[in-house]
T-cell receptor, first 114, second 114 residues
């Protein structure tokens, strides 16, 4: 299966600023996903990103706060905008494997907002 | 609303024994049920997938059962080893076009004692 690289691995940011997280896959994939994992919680889907169309956001997540880009079939970014301490979390990207229907995840970005 | 419950937050077993983890769900009709392993500071790693029309799946020391009537999956690790210590996540996927996305349980932290 394709390897997925995510960066940065961690960051400490000031409130009110924005952070862009990048995910690169070493082969073309159709569907990419962005998740949030808050401390002690499970993963929650933020949005699905398909190339050539706008991202589809889950309930409770909006484009102004979490804009997503998917310029091609190997790359996606998630921006966390106008951050507050409540945004402190781990953010993960993933893609769905066509051959097995399992999902491959990046190693995550640990974000701390101070 | 949809709910996925992994009935143990933590499970401690002795090396060599079989670990059994449980996943129950309500208000959901998944096409696929998946199990993932997550180590601290890492993204989830896909282990096994079982389809709605399958009862059991095996892979090396891992076995998954799926009962759509009970809305339950059991995940077994036989001959457990300390290296199996991790958080195990149950995830449901409705499948099919825009429905492809994972919904996760909170996970069970498995500790295998030597």
């Amino acid at each position: 299966s394709a390897v997925i690289s995510q960066k940065p691995s961690r960051d400490i940011c000031q409130r009110g600023t924005s952070l862009t997280i990048q995910c690169q896959v070493d082969s073309q994939v159709t569907m990419m996903f962005w998740y949030r994992q808050q401390p002690g919680q499970s993963l929650t889907l933020i949005a699905t990103a398909n190339q050539g169309s706008e991202a589809t956001y889950e309930s409770g997540f909006v484009i102004d706060k979490f804009p997503i880009s998917r310029p091609n079939l190997t790359f996606s970014t998630l921006t966390v905008s106008n951050m507050s301490p409540e945004d402190s979390s781990i953010y993960l990207c993933s893609y769905r494997r066509e051959e097995s229907y399992g999902y491959t995840f990046g190693s995550g970005t640990r974000l701390t907002v101070v | 609303s949809q709910k996925i419950e992994q009935n143990s937050e933590a499970l401690n077993i002795q090396e060599g024994k079989t670990a059994t983890l449980t996943c129950n769900y309500t208000n959901y009709s998944p096409a696929y049920l998946q199990w993932y392993r997550q180590d601290p500071g890492r993204g989830p790693v896909f282990l096994l997938l079982i389809r709605e029309n399958e009862k059991e799946k095996r892979k090396e020391r891992l076995k998954v059962t799926f009962d759509t009537t009970l809305k339950q999956s059991l995940f077994h690790i036989t001959a457990s080893q300390p290296a199996d210590s991790a958080t195990y996540l149950c995830a449901l996927d409705k499948g099919g076009g825009s429905n492809y996305k994972l919904t996760f349980g909170k996970g069970t932290l498995l500790t295998v004692n030597p």
